[in-house]
């Protein structure tokens, strides 16, 4: 929630959250930075635009119950969004958990305003969406990067280059930029003397 949601109240969204547990028939809460853009962007297909109000534990469990019973005399759920790719994305749905899971992964993917989604199935599993890799200190990254670095220009056995290379890529995506082009440019330099 602090990352994607900075200022959230976040005890509200812990109340809502298990206001909405309570629904033994499975549920999704989303909970949008923009909520307001977002309901009038599917409102006219797949959501009910009301009035902002402060949502109770008790007025949750009442949609929880409208919403159940609207969507099954409907015969689906309403979901909605433009459920287009971006070229050289690929979501990771899981055909076998259903639309209540694979259809937020798809929302998710076509840049809504950060989001929180919380998928409760009716097995009791809960997933939070998106799943974000852990925060990690760049104290940790650093030195990893700086040994490849400095085993590279050494020119030492190849098994302790690529020994330390593995760790490097363990934790490429915290790289700062200035790590990424030390390696990238260690990496070319390996590369011309391998040749």
Aim: aromatic share 8%; charged share 25%.
């Amino acid at each position: 929630m602090d990352r994607l949601l900075p200022g959230a109240d976040f005890e509200s969204c812990c109340n809502s959250s298990y206001a909405t547990a309570d629904h033994h028939h499975g549920a999704m809460l989303i909970i949008s930075s923009d909520a307001a853009r977002e309901a009038a962007r599917f409102e006219p297909t797949s959501a009910i635009v009301v009035e902002r109000t402060e949502l109770s534990t008790g007025l949750v469990t009442r949609l929880m119950r409208w919403t159940a019973r609207r969507w099954s005399r409907a015969g689906q759920v309403p979901c909605g969004g433009r459920h287009r790719r971006r070229p050289g994305r690929r979501a990771r749905a899981d055909a076998a958990r259903g639309s209540r899971f694979n259809n937020p992964i798809r929302y998710l993917h076509d840049n809504p305003p950060n989001t929180v989604i919380l998928v409760f199935s009716s097995d009791g599993g809960v997933d939070i969406l998106p799943q974000l890799r852990p925060r990690m200190d760049p104290a940790v990254v650093r030195p990893p990067s700086n040994r490849y670095v400095d085993l590279v220009a050494a020119a030492p056995p190849v098994w302790s280059v690529y020994q330390a290379w593995n760790r490097v890529s363990e934790l490429a995506f915290y790289l700062s930029e200035e790590d990424c082009a030390a390696v990238n440019g260690a990496s070319a330099r390996l590369s011309c003397r391998v040749r």
